[in-house]
């Protein structure tokens, strides 16, 4: 094994991809996805009202992960906490 992986996103050619993860129907901020034995994930993310994201991963798995402001900290403690696929926080850095 190479030790290689693959993370992106992805955009057109949706032929080969799981039909149960395309046609699911999602509400806002929800994931859902399916994992091989093998650990290959195919996720799809809903972020705003009219889009959804597909993602693939070797290595990461289907987790949300908190997500600070802009500032680094929670503006007010009873605010909820604003969350993300741990996919989409690893490919903005």
Known sequence: MRKTHLVGTIR?????????????????????????????????????KNKDVLMLSTLHDLEMSPVPNKRGRQVLPELPVRVKPTVVLELKN
């Open 12 to 48: 057109r050619n949706r032929k080969y991809l799981p039909k149960k993860v395309l046609n699911r129907k999602l509400n806002v901020n929800e994931l859902y996805g399916l994992e091989t034995a093998e650990g290959k994930v195919v996720s799809k993310w809903k972020p705003k």
